[in-house]
């Protein structure tokens, strides 16, 4: 009798996993799927399995609710190491320290999300998530000509919930005395909800869980499209769905057509590649997506006599950006270069004059003991970088009715990404946003020019 109960009781459990709801197989366990091979055919097809197309799986899969036959939700990625991902050589910084609304609210929605993020992510029987958030406000300095914008963007930060403070350099001095303050006129400093974390724990977090769930996931790239057009107002089709997505088998010609009834763009910096794969009608994909990789450069260097412990992510009045790398003396940082200097994107190799030349002198200027420093390593990713306005594109696209975009956030998507795919989940779920409204990132400022700009890219 025993036996029966505990059967009954075990079944009722199964019944509970959302794998089995969709009435196909049984509980997945979490990070692997037993068949690697795309489906025939998946409800949603998500391009890219970063942390942006890892957080709209999940999202979807929470805001699906307790259907009966669950959402097939099919994450493709060509690259199962993430060699060039840019969520895993991003810097892992989270700040509220934005010049648009939006992404100020979005900066919020995350923090929050990752305070809590094992209620969130955590699935049964799995150790819990650590991921070794480390708490530090952002530390933006102003020259007396970006004073005055400076101290209107914290303004609008705090009108949206964020604890940000302004310090004259006095107080600046006072608080952080290993600073030169030459030509620093204020200061804006981030006292909640800022600091750095291990973007790589976030992504599998996020992807163990969708698994979980019952997102599918897939190695292969999406090299092409079957697209049915719609040609109601005359000359020329005026829009198209996407019917199949040509998924590549790695290695290999051989491609499997995946019927789907939406697709979302989470493919980061080839996000704008993607739109000119085989099969898509150019004509419908102007204006073109305007987002393309752009090489970043992240050294990192040891320095005993450096600002130590209470050292924040500095982002200088020269654009150079440093934060502490653990707790032995090491840091890390960077600087976005001229548009005119952009490095070539072609490889992923590292420029290292460009430290010696640009950013060592800006950092020794900013923190005199930096002038001692010991460099310890590199490497170099790729931002989503959006050239219209340095903001991400979400949203439907205007002419391929069944294509959503989720890209371009030029060097702040890893912590938009929480509030990124709960966005994108709520739109093609409920057809609206609910919790932030993103209508802004939308693809009209393309088309109709009006860019969204952001002024704290850094
Ligand atoms: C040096 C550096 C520092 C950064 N620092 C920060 C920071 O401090 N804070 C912050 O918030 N952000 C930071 N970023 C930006 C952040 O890393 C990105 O905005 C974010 O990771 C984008 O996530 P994603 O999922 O869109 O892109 P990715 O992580 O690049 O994922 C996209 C995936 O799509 C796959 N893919 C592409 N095309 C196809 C295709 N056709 N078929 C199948 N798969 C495809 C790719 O292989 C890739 O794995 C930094 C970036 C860099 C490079």
Redesign the pocket.
């Known amino acids: 009798e025993l036996g029966q109960t505990l059967e009954r009781m075990a079944q009722t459990l199964r019944d509970q996993l959302p794998a089995s709801r969709s009435g196909e197989r049984g509980w997945v366990p979490p990070g692997t799927h037993p068949d690697p091979r795309p489906p025939d055919e998946a409800d949603v097809v998500v391009?890219?399995?970063?942390?942006?197309?890892?957080?709209v799986a999940y999202w979807l899969k929470v805001l699906e609710g307790r259907r009966r036959h669950g959402m097939k939700v099919l994450v493709?990625?060509?690259?199962p190491t993430?060699s060039?991902?840019?969520?895993?050589?991003?810097?892992?910084?989270?700040?509220q320290q934005f010049s648009l609304r939006e992404n100020i609210q979005m900066s919020r929605f995350s923090a929050s999300f990752l305070r809590d993020i094992n209620e969130h992510l955590g699935v049964p029987n799995e150790p819990p998530i650590d991921i070794q958030f480390q708490p530090s406000g952002y530390l933006f300095l102003a020259s007396p000509q970006n004073a005055a914008a400076l101290e209107a963007t914290v303004q609008l930060q705090r009108d949206e919930g964020a604890q940000v403070t302004l310090l004259s350099p006095t107080q600046l001095k006072t608080k952080f005395p290993w600073i030169n303050t030459e030509d620093v006129a204020v200061a804006s400093y981030g006292l909640e909800d800022e600091g750095?974390f291990d973007?790589w724990t976030l992504?599998n977090a996020f992807r163990r869980k969708a698994i979980s769930l019952g997102v599918q996931s897939c190695s292969?790239?999406?090299?092409g499209f079957v697209t049915s057009t719609n040609h109601m107002m005359p000359p020329g089709p005026s829009s198209a769905r996407i019917k199949y997505v040509h998924?590549?088998m790695p290695d290999s010609l051989e491609y499997q057509p995946v019927a789907c009834a939406i697709v979302v763009n989470?493919?980061?910096?080839?996000?704008g590649?993607?739109l000119e794969?085989d099969g898509l009608p150019r004509g419908l994909c102007r204006p073109s997506l305007p987002i393309q990789p752009r090489?970043?450069?992240?050294f990192t260097w040891h320095c005993p006599n450096g600002p130590g412990l209470s050292c924040p992510?500095l982002v200088d009045t020269s654009g150079a950006y440093f934060r502490r790398d653990g707790f032995a003396g090491n840091y890390l940082g960077?600087m976005s270069p001229p548009e005119e200097e952009e490095p070539d994107p072609s490889d992923l190799s590292v420029d290292h004059d460009y430290f010696q030349e640009q950013i060592w002198p800006r950092l020794a200027r900013r923190v005199p003991a930096f002038e001692s420093l010991r460099v310890r390593g590199s490497?170099?990713?790729?931002?989503?970088y959006n050239t219209f306005d340095q903001n991400g594109v979400l949203g439907p696209h205007p002419r391929l009715e069944n294509l959503f975009l989720?890209?371009g956030?030029?060097?702040?998507?890893?912590?938009?990404?929480p509030a990124t795919g709960r966005a994108m989940a709520e739109l093609l779920i409920k057809g609206r946003y609910e919790t932030l409204d993103l209508r802004r990132l939308g693809w009209d400022r393309l088309v109709d020019g009006e860019p969204l700009e952001e002024h704290a890219v850094?």
């Open positions: 391009v890219g399995g970063g942390v942006v197309g890892w957080s493709v990625e060509r690259d993430y060039r991902a840019s969520t895993v050589l991003s810097a892992g910084g989270i700040r750095w973007p992504l292969g790239e999406v090299r998924v590549y989470a493919a980061g910096a080839w996000a590649k993607l794969a090489k970043r450069y992240v992510f960077g490497w170099a990713g790729y931002y989503d989720a890209a956030f030029s060097g702040h998507g890893l912590q938009h990404a850094v």
